[in-house]
């Protein structure tokens, strides 16, 4: 039982990633399409940990589907993630039967459905949100998407006796509080910019504040799984 609310804790989770690459408004014969944007950050998001990324979007599986524009190796966990990069609108019914779909197609255990930018997610899904095991994002928040989903797969397949819940549960609930804080920052910014641009500076550090916090509290999260005797089933 404690295990599902802290599930259903993750799932509110949504986070902003700097260093995003820049928007690009182009068509396919007219330099990188959104596909392309998608796979060069991953392959940034990939490097340090020594990841892999494969472009499997024009790919034939066994049952012929091409669903699943890349594939995404854990080095230190044995296992993939499917992700798919979409610059039209995404409905959240739609968005999870695909993914479902791509997911048997790539045997992978995670998927992540990437949007382009905000407006073209359903309302109820907001800009950031989980689903069993499949998160969907926007493009700049894909660094943390990743990140969360190695997360979920270490720690569901850790054994439970050896982590320490109580501690997760703490830290999960002070990330819970920096993204509540960080949607109100986000917000003002927004508004500050379509104004008079007055206080973007200070609300801009403040926004560095909490996505260092945030950041910070995910490594935590991370160790806690793997220290106090955690193991890989």
Known sequence: ARLTA???????????????????????????????????????IAQPFSDSVEHTGDTKEITGSKKGDFVYVISDLN??????????????????????????????DFGILVAKSPDKLQSQIGRWNLYDNVIICTFEDLDISIRFAKFLIKFRNVKK???????????????????????????NLTNIKE???????????????????????????????????????
């Open 161 to 187: 006796e050896g982590v320490n819940i109580g501690e997760i549960q703490t830290k999960i609930t002070r990330l819970e509080d920096e993204i509540k804080r960080f949607q109100v920052v986000r917000t």
């Open 195 to 233: 104004a008079v641009n007055k206080g973007t500076t200070t609300i801009g550090s403040e926004i560095d504040s909490i996505q260092d916090s945030i950041k910070q509290i995910l490594r935590d999260l991370e160790s806690e799984i793997v220290k106090d005797g955690g193991k890989q089933e």
């Open 6 to 44: 802290l599930d259903s804790k993750i799932c509110e989770i949504i986070s902003k990633e700097e260093g995003v690459l820049e928007t690009m408004e182009l068509t396919t014969g007219k330099g990188f399409v959104f596909e392309d944007e998608v796979f060069l950050k991953l392959e940034v």
């Open 79 to 108: 296992t993939k993630i499917v992700i798919e990069a979409k610059d039209t609108e995404v409905k959240l019914k739609a968005a999870l039967d695909y993914m479902k779909e791509a997911l048997a197609s790539r045997g992978c």
